[in-house]
C-alpha cells in the first residue's frame, strides 16, 4: 500500500494483489485505528460505502473501501479472471498491509469473498464480519433479476439521465436522485461519448454467477469471529428460509432486517444500516 497519508477524508489507496493486479481504495480516519474493510457487490464500486466508512471513521475506526478487481478504479484482469477464488487471493494479499485484523464489512460479491477469505483461512484472518444480504444459499430469481441488470444496456448511455432512468426501473422503491453527481462515479465515459458502467463486461461470463452453497455453508460453519447478518427487508436475493440456513449454520450470529431496502441495503438506508452495523460493533474486540 501506498505508505503517505493524510488526515483529509477519501485518502487514496492502493494495494497490489498477488497477480499484480493495482486494487483502488479510499480510506478515513487514523491508520492506527482499529481496521475496517468494506467490499462492495458485484458491479458496484468503493464508493457504496462512503456514508457509512466516513460515519464508523467519525467513531474510532480507520475505515477502508476497496474497488475489487474488474471494478472502478481498479485494474481489470487480462485473463478475464473473475472467478471467486481470484478474489479471495486479492483480498489475501490486501490482508497483509493492516497491522490489525479487519473487520469485513461485505455485500454480495463482496460478502461471499469476506466468507471464504474468514471461513477457510488456516489462521485467524478477521476480528468479525458483516456480511451484507447474502447468505451461502440465494434465491435464482433475485440473482437472475441482478444479472439481467448488468447485462442490460451493452452499448451504454447516451447521458446520466438515462443511466439513472435504468437504475429508477430496477430500484424502484429507491427514490430517483436530483443530484447525478454521485451514479457518476460508477460510469466510466467512453471514446465514444456514452457512459458504461465502472465494472469490465468481461465479468459477465456465466460461471462467475455460480454458487457452491454447501462450500459457502462450510465456511461459514468455521466462523469463530463475530458475525452480523443484515438484510434488506424488500431483498429478493436472499429470504426467510436462506436467513435461517445461515443463522442455523452460524449460532452465534446476530441479525439485522433493515426495513424498506433491497439488495443494496446501504444504498437504500444508509444511516439505519450505519446505526445497525456500529451497534454490532460496539461488542467487537480488535485483534
Known sequence: ?????????????????NSGLNLVGDAWGDPSHPPILFLHGGGQTRFAWGGTARTLATQGWHSVSLDLRG????????????????????????????QQKPIFVGASLGGITSLITIGEAAEPVASAVVLVDITPRTEPEGVERIRAFMGGNPNGFANLEEAADAVAAYIPHRPR?????????????????RYRWHWDPQMMNPARFSRDPERLLAASRALKVP???????????????TVQEFLAAVPHAQYADVTGAGHMVAGDQNDIFSKAVINFLAGVKPI
Open 1 to 17: 500500500m501506498a505508505n503517505t497519508y493524510s488526515a483529509s477524508p477519501g485518502q487514496r489507496v492502493t494495494y497490489t494483489t
Open 71 to 98: 471494478h472502478g478504479e481498479s485494474d481489470w484482469a487480462p485473463d478475464g479472471n473473475y472467478m471467486i477464488d481470484s478474489y479471495v487471493d486479492d483480498i489475501r494479499a490486501v490482508l497483509r498491509h493492516f
Open 177 to 193: 436522485p436530483q443530484d447525478l453527481s454521485g451514479l457518476a462515479k460508477n460510469l466510466r465515459l467512453g471514446s465514444d461519448g
Open 227 to 241: 458475525t452480523l447478518l443484515v438484510r434488506g427487508k424488500l431483498s429478493d436475493v436472499i429470504s426467510d428460509a
